[in-house]
């Protein structure tokens, strides 16, 4: 029997939305209050789902304390308090919660071997929200 | 396709323990959920039927056949109870979260008449959640 599970952790960071290859006009038309060269942070909620045959003897599709060790060191750390543009994965990328989601995708897809990487799922506010399934198309 | 959802909820007790397994490698694996005399959740249920929408009554479902399957089949077994001593299915099965979802669906897929189960959602804490679409 397949079955996904979901596990929720949260990192707080700071960001600046910022394209090189745009004007200054061009940027702050594009990102608005989000261009402020100073920066301003999130509070994010990080929804992972893995899924994979239960298994017989254990109940589990994976052992959380597996899950949650991985996340913690591999994506909390690499995250939490710190400022995104001031890291390699932003050099040439913005970091707006799309790519942010999609590094977090890659990193758990490349790393976590206890069940298959389905989705990430980030909110960076309580009313805005981002999935990613490596390109798959998500589930109705 | 329209797909419909309802919530419930229900408060268990349940523990983690293999009868195959030695004791230490019970604790090993199941670190504090292994406790034999069990701890509890507040589980919140999301259950999701689809179908095509009738013209006569505009509903994907009959909500209140729906509600009553679900208070029926599932929370009249479930609700306020130690699931591993209470609730057959768990007296083979371990009652993880994952397996809690597929009792669900086992329960409540065979019983509905209109709308199609299509996905059965437990949440054991606000943090943690199972989701199954019946799948092999």
């Known amino acids: 029997m397949k079955a996904h599970l979901t596990r929720r952790?949260?990192?707080?960071?700071?960001?600046?939305?910022?394209?090189?290859?745009?004007?200054?006009?061009?940027?702050?038309?594009?990102?608005?209050?989000?261009?402020?060269?100073?920066?301003?942070?999130?509070?994010?909620?990080?929804?992972?789902?893995?899924?994979?045959?239960?298994?017989?003897?254990?109940?589990?599709?994976?052992?959380?304390?597996?899950?949650?060790?991985?996340?913690?060191q591999h994506v909390l750390a690499r995250f939490e308090l710190e400022n995104l543009n001031t890291l390699p994965e932003f050099t040439r990328r913005v970091p707006t919660t799309e790519n942010l989601c999609a590094v977090i995708y890659d990193v758990l897809r490349d790393g976590f071997a206890k069940a298959q990487v389905e989705k990430v799922r980030l909110e960076e506010t309580m009313m805005n929200s981002f999935e990613y399934a490596g390109g798959a198309e998500l589930r109705p | 396709m329209v797909y419909l959802t309802r919530k419930a909820e229900f408060a268990a007790s349940h523990y983690y323990h293999n009868p195959e397994l030695s004791p230490e490698e019970n604790r090993q694996l199941f670190g504090k959920c292994n406790n034999p005399n069990g701890h509890g959740h507040n589980y919140l249920l999301e259950v999701t039927v689809k179908g095509e929408v009738d013209p006569r009554s505009g509903f994907v479902v009959d909500l209140k056949e729906l509600k009553d399957v679900l208070n029926r089949e599932v929370l009249d077994a479930m609700d306020h109870r130690f699931l591993n001593k209470e609730v057959p299915e768990f007296a083979t099965r371990i009652p993880t979260t994952e397996n809690i979802a597929i009792a669900v669906w086992e329960r409540l897929a065979p019983r509905l008449r209109r709308a199609q189960l299509h996905r059965v959602r437990v949440y054991e804490t606000s943090d943690l959640f199972v989701d199954f679409y019946g799948e092999a």
Do not use: I, W
Not at chain 1, 15 to 31: F, V
Not at chain 1, 41 to 53: K, R
């Open chain 1, 9 to 72: 952790y949260r990192f707080s960071a700071s960001h600046r939305l910022h394209s090189d290859a745009m004007s200054p006009e061009e940027n702050q038309r594009t990102y608005g209050k989000c261009n402020n060269p100073h920066g301003h942070g999130h509070n994010y909620a990080l929804e992972v789902t893995v899924s994979g045959p239960v298994d017989a003897a254990t109940g589990m599709v994976c052992n959380l304390v597996d899950l949650d060790g991985f996340v913690a």
